[in-house]
């Protein structure tokens, strides 16, 4: 019947045909009693993909759809999406926000929740405000995050600056991690940069806790919102700090400490755990990634810098990003307050990938937690500067942190140590000579 109608008037049939979906579904005792009036006018008593496809392709002109059919094109984009289970031989018109149908398969959906729409860099129509991103991508369109990641570095902010390590990254780590066959020689290495840097305290906390990742910089950071250790020392990062730790040199590290710092190679023995480490010292939070796993979209180099302090945009924006590290050894980044110290945070590598191998898992995250306890009282004995060291956990659903070792030099008798330690001690001379 339709077809025999004029445009004008097939254009109200057609929205009398949505009433009635609508006077079927959320009112059925009138059901029946417009049935007969249904049947007059050839409207079924329910639509279809079918028929929302057919209310959309009469509602498709060049001209900017007017309120009343911006809503109708909502109502019929939203039962397709609720109805559709698979693939469709018919062409699914979609509502941009410029208030026109494209066609969906040419449509983008904002998954960046950070961004708003305008701020879209694509010449891709994006989805109206009004759809789901469930809904549109049911239908055909494609999210903003795969669209854009050939152009997305282009998308930043001002507290933002690309920061990463170069240098053939992934297989110059790999080389480095097998100069670290033992899990002590890890902790040594790092321990031995919190007291080059001064630090007088080092604490460790090995958190079992899966935090949010709603509000963070990539997708893909839920991976890595899981259990991790955390390494605090009482020294600030300095400018100069920053720049040497993203060095990585083949140099010897005791001849050329003015070359690459307190840090370069050293460093980088965090692989052995995680495969995305990051720190939060100062006015920054920096973040390595030499898989371009987590932070691709928003830097070219391998890493990224997040400067937080009094930038509110940061922190809401980004909230579940800084939230790994609130509260942690006084850390009140949420509050946008600057760091006097030095937090690192290691998400341990769950999965295997091309920068290692190990895995970790509850049971080996205990063995470590168990190896750092056994070694930190032998450990702190060599240490110029650190006087104590502190070892925490923190589980699941706990709030809190539970003090589990807390050495001091005080604590120790060196020449008993010395004693019974002879292999230890030699390995240990070995290791600080050589710089491995």
Known sequence: MDSLLPNTLSCHVTKISTLTYSLSKHYPVYEDSFA??????????????????????KLNTSITLSVQNVSLACKAIQLIGELIDG????????????????????CVFNDLTWLERSELSTNKPVVHRSISNIIASKVGCKPASIELTPT??????????????????????????????????????????S???????????????????????QENMEEIHGPAMYLFNNAKFTERDFESILKLSSCNKLSDTEKIGRFGVGFNAVYNFTDCPSFVSGDS??????????VSKFS????????????????????????????????????QKKYDYTLFRLPFRLQRNKLSNQTY???????????????????????????????????????SMKLLLSVTKDDCDTTHFLQNNKTYFRSYKNQLTTGK
């Open 36 to 57: 007969a009036f249904f049947k007059a006018f050839h409207i079924e008593s329910e639509l279809g993909i079918t028929k929302c496809i057919l209310v959309l392709n």
């Open 87 to 106: 693939p469709c031989e018919d062409e699914i018109l979609m509502l941009a926000q410029d208030n026109r149908l494209y066609p969906a398969v040419d």
């Open 152 to 193: 997305v570095k282009s998308i930043s902010y001002s507290f933002m600056t690309a920061a990463g390590q170069s240098e053939d990254l992934v297989d110059r780590l790999r080389g480095i991690l097998e100069g670290y066959r033992m899990q002590s020689d890890v902790f040594n290495e790092l321990i031995q940069n």
């Open 195 to 217: 007291d080059d840097a001064g630090a007088s305290c080092v604490k460790i906390l090995f958190d079992y806790t899966t935090h949010p990742a709603r509000t963070v910089l």
């Open 285 to 294: 939070v920096q973040i390595f990634d030499p898989l371009q796993r987590y």
């Open 300 to 335: 070219a180099d391998a890493g990224i810098r997040l400067r937080f302090a009094n930038d509110v945009t940061a922190v809401e924006t980004f909230t579940d990003q800084f939230r790994v590290y609130q509260d942690i050894f006084d850390c009140d980044i949420l509050n």
């Open 361 to 399: 898992n509850r049971d080996s995250i205990k063995r470590l937690q168990s190896t750092v306890i056994d070694e930190m009282s032998n450990l702190i004995l060599f240490l110029q500067n650190i006087l104590c060291i502190q070892v925490y956990e923190r589980r699941q659903y706990d709030t």
